[in-house]
């Protein structure tokens, strides 16, 4: 039996820049986008220093198309993935080596409104920039809860009448 290991990455930073959304030949979606994420300490003199780290990332197939919709400079995101490493000859011949965090999930802040989970997005095809407001998640999920045929308002219920 093998040992097991684990390989995640997660992070809560900016967009470095709008996600470039492409397609592989046999038509499988792949964007890439960056992200950076800051860090501040206190040194032993007292001085407040801070340090920025850029990272690559890399999503594939719907989340990749995700990404494309959903993703914009600036925007603060949160970000689930694996590291990988890799490594390529570039146009000048010189063989290179880049290290990109391939993206499993992310969550995209709103303006302090909503945030808004990718999965949730897919779902319910927002229309102003990917962000789905409380009310219209509210309602959408009352929406799917309700049996077909039979609709109440949630305010009809008595809170005496909830077993819990």
């Keep these: 039996m093998a040992s097991r290991s684990l ?5 809560i930073g ?6 470039e959304l492409k397609y592989t030949p046999s038509g499988t979606a792949v964007c890439t986008f960056g992200v950076a994420t ?4 206190t040194t032993a003199e007292g001085q407040t220093k801070e340090e920025t780290q850029f990272h690559r ?14 993703l914009t400079k600036g925007r603060k995101v949160f970000l689930e993935g694996r590291l990988t ?5 570039g146009k000048d011949g010189v063989q290179r080596s880049i290290s990109e965090i391939v993206l499993d999930d992310f969550i995209v802040f ?13 779902a319910h095809a927002p ?7 409380d009310e219209e998640l509210n309602h959408d999920t ?21 077993p819990f």
């Design 57 to 70: 990332i890399v999503s594939w197939q719907k989340l990749a198309e995700l990404c494309g919709k959903l």
């Design 14 to 19: 900016n967009l470095t820049r709008d996600p």
């Design 38 to 41: 800051n860090r501040s300490w």
């Design 7 to 11: 390989n995640r990455v997660i992070l």
């Design 142 to 162: 009352a929406a799917a809860e309700e049996p077909k045929g039979k609709k109440e308002k949630s305010e009809d219920v008595d809170p005496d009448d909830i």
């Design 110 to 122: 709103s303006d302090g409104k909503r945030v808004v989970e990718a999965e949730e997005t897919e």
């Design 127 to 133: 229309e102003e920039e990917g962000l789905v407001t």
């Design 85 to 89: 490493y890799r490594s390529f000859t």
